[in-house]
């Protein structure tokens, strides 16, 4: 493939927050903010603590959730002071990192995230974007000892609903698993050492530096599954069975054990051989989601380098 | 040592949600009361959803911890319409399954809760009593893949603050590492494994059987240990170091690795050699609680039965 030019990512926003309870990110971001860091390099770093309510908390949120607010609907919505919060907050951010869909937004938007899922490091993106894959490529080459991956989500821009779409180019990291409302040091590392390379990566690709092309494997969501409930109050009824918990990306097929029910039985599944992930994550139970399904796909990318 | 006598335990209550983000409890009481389970062999069974408002909204607690509500003082205040949720819920449940140092109080209870910490199957109880003793050391013969802990809280039983100090006996169960807010099958089958035990040993304890002294550990608590903390803002600036994460009971001793904080730095601890246990507990971010100190002990169990 022909190499592509772009402009150098001199405006960066590293965020935690967003839900309060996920801590690896608020802790970075205060850390980051206390040791008055605004510049690495070539790259002037914006650090916001984006959700600070739900952080003073320890909530996911307030009154709805942040992380579903930065579609387009909803940041040109008009808001009053009896607004929900986050919606006021979403506003306040898209004015503060974007506007979204602007030349002022920011080059880059990273938005940090925990899960309690055994998801490792992983990618949230949507629109296929050179820079974040070639951005993964570099973890991958430079994280030995921890699968870097990533997930593709198949939303237009304008209805992508999470913090990092504000930005011109941005995604999420998830990274699991932590409890909600602590902070473990493995998952802490983690993610700073992610951090650190990706730096690195924005300080060669504005020197100049060319990033060959290749192929990296993504997963596309295919759908989710809820866990099996009691008809008439809505109560689960099962766990997920210890096969399949801690076990997200590892293929599930036909007849693999999914749901424990509280009396015993097991229940297996019956689809297409898919790849499970957010299994069993703390937040999804109200949103009547026991794990999601996605399909493994390939992406080629071209050569890039900055605009000479 | 002489064998001991004692009338037969006829009532026991099983209960789960004290914390309304502990799912084990919640899980197990609502399976129990959904298939209608008050009786099993010569034991009656009362289970109780403690804290069904918390259990709701899916947090520790609505206005105050309830499980610090059953002392004597608080459990004998005047209460209004206006005192903490808990504190009434407290005085309704002492009067269900107590009251406290009554005859009418339940033979046994037993609380269920969860640990974000990795404290695998660990009873607390408070004073000396054989029948938790016992039970343990039953619990530990039967369950051959779980280590079973007990930590004795030297506290007079006026001063218990816990809901399993309403019984005449009585005691906690903490199963972990669980995130709040999530079930896991793993967890559950430690557990559900746990109480059908307990019930065999009160069927064969009611039924006349005599149970061999012997000894057993119990870990008694020394002292608690904070996260280092920005003086001005009180927010922590370190995490539990990867080497003591997840090793509760393992014994610490001076020089070993205690905290790494967020600007990388390792601090050591500088003490006695003890055993830690709830370490990371989340909830005990807000009691300024990073990890507790515990010495071991070993107790002389007399052999007991049922009085003939």
Request: some cysteine.
């Amino acid at each position: 493939m022909e190499s592509v030019s772009f402009p150098p990512l001199s405006r960066v926003a590293v965020c935690g927050g967003t839900h309060g309870n996920e801590m690896t990110g608020v802790y970075m971001v205060r850390h980051l903010q206390k040791e008055k860091i605004d510049k690495i390099g070539s790259v002037s770093v914006s650090t916001v603590l984006t959700n600070p309510r739900a952080v003073e908390i320890c909530r996911r949120y307030v009154e709805t959730d942040l992380n579903r607010c930065f579609t387009e609907a909803l940041l040109n919505s008009p808001v009053t002071d009896s607004s929900p919060y986050e919606l006021r907050r979403a506003q306040e951010l898209n004015a503060q990192i974007g506007p979204k869909g602007s030349k002022e937004a920011m080059d880059l938007i990273i938005d940090i995230h925990n899960t309690t899922s055994n998801m490792g490091l992983c990618f949230i993106f949507y629109s296929i974007d050179w820079f974040t894959l070639h951005i993964l490529k570099y973890l991958q080459s430079k994280m030995a000892s921890v699968e870097v991956r990533a997930i593709q989500l198949d939303i237009p821009i304008a209805e992508a609903y999470s913090l990092e779409s504000v930005g011109k180019h941005g995604f999420a990291i998830e990274a699991g698993p932590q409890p909600n409302g602590v902070v473990r040091a493995d998952i802490h590392n983690m993610v700073k050492e992610a951090v650190d390379h990706i730096f690195s990566w924005l300080q060669e690709f504005n020197s100049g530096s060319t990033f060959e092309g290749g192929e990296v494997e993504a997963y596309t969501l295919v759908k989710s599954i809820d866990y099996p409930r009691n008809p008439v109050t809505g109560e689960i009824t099962a766990a997920i069975h210890s096969q399949l918990q801690d076990n997200d990306f590892k293929l599930l097929q036909r007849g693999n054990p999914i749901f424990m029910s509280f009396s015993g039985e097991t229940v297996k599944y019956d689809g297409e051989d898919l790849y499970p992930f957010f299994v069993n994550e703390c937040a999804y139970y109200e949103k009547k989601i026991a794990f999601h399904l996605a399909r493994k796909i390939k992406l080629t990318l071209p050569p890039i380098k900055v605009t000479g």
